[in-house]
């Protein structure tokens, strides 16, 4: 269980255009999503929280005019980069974290662990 | 501010050791405590949680937490070169509009046959 998936996972633009990335938790109800960015052997940079049906919480130093995100549906919050530059080539992962006690059926997890997905490597040439 | 500490490495162990990693954080009124491990271009992977004082294991991973001097430690015995990867710190925190997970910088661990 707690699989979450990202599509695409590896994409080329060219600066100026906008790119649509997707998570989504295959097997259990997300609640709250989170966008991370990490840059080359650097940690992960959390970039926004969002919640189900609501707007999303952006992280201090993030553009949120930038980088939309939304989060229509349980199992789906997408990150669109608008307008990328070189510098926004980054990999981005995904994590989802999922309704009390779905997630307590053994393992590593407890019910407020975080699952992340295989992330999505951004080119902007 | 939160903060999560990681020594950066690389930690180099023999193959079959123990290897030992260590994080430190700031904020008192944490929780919830993580590690994950992450290979080179790849996204991270939760090994363990740990929630209580003392120690936890799964396997050959023990994970221990010490509330008091704000400290977590993961270890690995019997040592395996698949294991060499960068193992991260994470902690939970609660702030006004969510409760978030940060991460530390990472520690690159390179097990040597």
């Known amino acids: 269980g707690a699989v979450v998936s990202q599509h695409p996972s590896r994409v080329i633009c060219k600066s100026g255009t906008s790119v649509k990335i997707e998570c989504r938790s295959l097997?259990?109800?997300?609640?709250?999503m989170f966008w991370y960015r990490q840059f080359p052997k650097q940690s992960l940079m959390l970039m926004a929280t969002s919640n189900e049906g609501s707007k999303a919480t952006y992280e201090q130093g993030v553009e949120k005019d930038k980088f939309l995100i939304n989060h229509a549906s349980l199992t789906l919050s997408t990150l669109t980069v608008t307008s990328a530059h070189p510098e926004d080539s980054s990999f981005y992962i995904c994590?989802?974290?999922?309704?009390?006690?779905?997630?307590?059926?053994?393992?590593?997890?407890?019910?407020?662990?975080?699952?992340f997905g295989p992330g999505t490597r951004l080119t902007v040439l | 501010q939160k903060e999560v500490e990681q020594n950066s490495g690389p930690l180099s162990v023999p193959e079959g050791a123990i290897a030992s990693l260590n994080c430190t954080y700031s904020?008192?009124?944490?929780?919830?405590f993580f590690w994950y491990r992450q290979y080179s271009g790849k996204s991270p992977e939760l090994i363990m949680s740990?929630?209580?004082?003392g120690d936890k294991e799964d396997g050959r991973f023990t994970a221990q937490l010490n509330k008091a001097s704000q400290y977590v430690s993961l270890l690995i015995r019997d040592s395996q070169p698949s294991d060499s990867a960068t193992y991260l710190c994470a902690v939970k925190w609660d702030d006004s509009s969510a409760s978030k997970i940060i991460f530390g910088s990472g520690t690159r661990l390179s097990i040597r046959p």
């Open positions: 740990i929630y209580s004082n």
């Open positions: 097997d259990f109800q997300a609640t709250t």
């Open positions: 904020d008192r009124g944490s929780q919830s």
């Open positions: 994590s989802a974290r999922g309704r009390t006690g779905i997630l307590t059926s053994g393992g590593a997890g407890g019910t407020d662990t975080q699952y």
